[in-house]
């Protein structure tokens, strides 16, 4: 059966905008292309982890992010088991079928994900400096396919002022297909993955 491929994941350009709550149990951010809002990123957590969560070290816990359209629909979501070092992070779309995963590899303030599909083969690997808040997107052959940053370049800057804020960019030549949707979830839900993993 051929994948019908979302429209939210043919943008090439992904500002990202932490929601802040009363009660910051849980993590939600707010997805923009250069045009307006397209869609979330909800992370969902039972009573039962909210409550752990007070008691355990959240870097220990299992989370559920949520990728999600201005439908309501979920488009992918990324998946993290318990855990006490490194553990493998799945992506699944919206029929819940595997799309790749996520290791995590942390080196001093230089953290490293590498991306692969849903066989376990490398398709990308997202190197990124902690402390400046940049990260490259690369494929197999090291070629540079995206970037995350914190740099605005004038585009939104007024609606961005606060630090958990940045943009994901894709190179627009880079196929639509699976891969993408895998590279694209873990780099635009990466500020949760490492916020989760501290």
């Not at 909210?50 to 949520?66: E, G, S, T, V």
């Not at 990308?124 to 690369?138: C, H, M, P, S, Y």
């Not at 297909?177 to 490492?194: E, Q, R």
């Amino acid at each position: 059966m051929s994948m019908v491929f979302p429209d939210f994941f043919e943008k090439n350009t992904f500002f990202i905008d932490e929601k802040i709550g009363f009660f910051k149990f849980t993590n939600a951010y707010k997805v923009y292309d250069e045009y307006g809002e397209i869609g979330l990123i909800s992370q969902r957590l039972s009573t039962w982890q909210k409550f752990l969560r007070l008691l355990i070290n959240k870097a220990m816990m299992p989370f559920h992010l949520q990728i999600i359209d201005l439908n309501g629909d979920v488009l992918a979501s990324i998946n993290r088991g318990w855990t006490f070092w490194m553990s493998k992070i799945t992506i699944t779309d919206n029929n819940n079928d595997l799309l790749g995963s996520v290791k995590q590899k942390f080196a001093f303030l230089k953290p490293t994900f590498i991306i692969s599909d849903e066989a376990g083969s490398e398709i990308a690997r997202i190197t990124g400096d902690w402390k400046g808040w940049n990260f490259t997107i690369v494929d197999t052959n090291n070629n540079l396919i995206g970037t995350i940053s914190k740099k605005w370049n004038g585009i939104l800057k007024e609606a961005f002022t606060t630090a958990d804020k940045y943009i994901v960019d894709i190179v627009p030549a880079y196929a639509e297909d699976k891969k993408k949707i895998a590279i694209v979830s873990c780099a635009i839900t990466i500020d949760m993955v490492l916020k989760e993993s501290k």
